[in-house]
């Protein structure tokens, strides 16, 4: 699990163990990566970005960040390997009155994604994966993302003072650094968390790139 003080869970973390962080914690509260409201960095960037009408949101947790993107008229796919987060998904949406297809499914995999998409969002979730399942997970997004296609990852810095899970700016990097993708632009930013009860946050970064 994640080291005391920062909230998460790290690269070693079994999937299933997402799930009971769910079920646990419906409750008593959210696990500390679910703060009830979509990623403030990744609010600031779709402010900046036309991200186009098709778009998912990979590792898309209890929905907010799907939801909110579903209110702005896009046409969303949310996708998480969680079926207790896509459960409270599904009741948030409806609650909403919005639509969005939720699914359970594996990031390096995506069962059953056809087509292509305008935009990617990925809030929280490359960082999770070990080396080996990013690369499967960044090829499979070649699939799926049309020419041009945005693709924002949010994920948690282990520079400085960040825990020894997260990424650093050269491995976000390479993480798509080929010819399928634009020069990645990597800003520094804050993830949010949450933790009894109280919003916290610890150093990030913001990639953007796009498929060529």
């Keep these: 699990m994640a080291e005391e003080g920062t909230g998460w869970v790290d690269k070693d973390t079994p999937q299933h163990e997402y799930d ?13 990566w679910d703060i009830g409201v ?6 600031e960037a779709l402010a900046g970005h036309q991200v186009g009408h098709r778009v998912i949101d990979v590792g898309c947790g209890t929905g907010e960040l799907a939801i909110e993107l579903a209110r702005r ?15 409270i998904a599904e009741s948030k949406a409806r609650s909403a009155s919005v639509a969005v ?3 359970v499914g594996d990031a390096t995999r995506l069962p059953g994604i056809e087509g292509t998409f305008d935009a990617v969002f990925d809030s929280g979730l490359l960082h999770s994966l070990d080396t080996d399942d990013q690369r499967r997970y960044v090829a499979r997004l070649r699939s799926v993302c049309g ?12 520079e400085g003072d960040g825990p020894e899970w997260g990424e650093t700016e050269q491995s976000l990097r390479a993480a798509f650094d ?4 634009s020069p990645a632009k990597i800003s520094q930013t804050e993830v949010a968390y949450q933790e009894d009860g109280q919003r916290l946050s610890m150093p990030g970064f913001l990639l953007t790139t796009q498929r060529t």
């Design 20 to 32: 009971d962080e769910y079920r646990s914690s419906a409750d008593s509260g959210r696990p500390p």
């Design 38 to 43: 979509p990623q403030p960095a990744l609010l």
């Design 73 to 87: 008229g896009c046409d969303v796919t949310g996708m998480d390997i969680s079926p207790a987060a896509i459960e």
């Design 101 to 103: 297809d939720f699914r």
């Design 147 to 158: 020419t041009g296609a945005l693709v924002f990852v949010l994920a948690v810095s282990r």
């Design 178 to 181: 080929d010819s399928y993708w």
